[in-house]
C-alpha cells in the first residue's frame, strides 16, 4: 500500500510466513489501512498458526496513535493464528528508538518478538518457535 508521507508497505505469503516490507514513519492513518490489507492477507492462514517478518527501511517509528492501534491490532492477529513477528531494521538512523517501540509493542500485545540482521535468521527463529507450537498442539 502507498500512502506516501504516512509510510508505506506490502506483503508477500510464502507457507506459514506473511513478509511485510515497510518505509516508515507510520502515523494512524497508515496503521489503520494496514489493519485492513492485513485481514485481506491473513485470512489465507484461516485456523493455521502463521509468524510474520517485518523488514523496516528507514527510520520507520510510529506516531503514539500508531503505536496502540498497533498494539490492538497485533492483539486482534494473535486470536487469528499469529505466533511470532521478527523484524528487521535496515538504513535507519534511529535504530534504538525503534527497536524500543517495537518491543514495548509486541510485550503490550503478548507477541513473541526479536529482531535480526538478515533475513535467513530471522526465518530460522520463526520456523524454530512453528515447530514448536506445532509440536505443543500436538499434544
Not at 56 to 72: H, R
Not at 94 to 112: E, P, S, T, V
Request: aromatic residues 12%.
Amino acid at each position: 500500500m502507498e500512502l506516501a508521507a504516512h509510510g508505506t508497505y506490502n506483503f508477500k505469503r510464502a507457507k506459514n510466513i506473511l513478509y511485510v516490507d515497510a518505509f516508515g514513519p507510520f502515523n494512524e492513518i497508515t496503521t489503520q489501512q494496514y489493519a485492513k490489507d492485513i485481514d485481506e492477507y491473513s485470512y489465507k492462514f484461516q485456523n493455521e498458526n502463521w509468524v510474520s517478518l517485518t523488514t523496516f527501511y528507514g527510520d520507520s517509528i510510529f506516531t503514539p496513535a500508531a503505536e496502540n492501534s498497533l498494539i490492538s491490532l497485533l492483539h486482534s492477529r494473535a486470536e487469528k493464528g499469529l505466533l511470532a513477528n521478527a523484524c528487521i531494521i535496515l538504513e535507519s538512523h534511529c535504530h534504538d528508538l525503534q527497536y524500543m517501540q517495537l518491543k514495548r509493542i509486541h510485550l503490550k500485545a503478548n507477541i513473541a518478538f526479536d529482531t535480526f540482521s538478515d533475513v535467513s535468521g530471522a526465518e530460522k527463529w520463526l520456523e524454530e518457535l512453528s515447530c514448536a507450537s506445532n509440536m505443543i498442539k500436538a499434544q
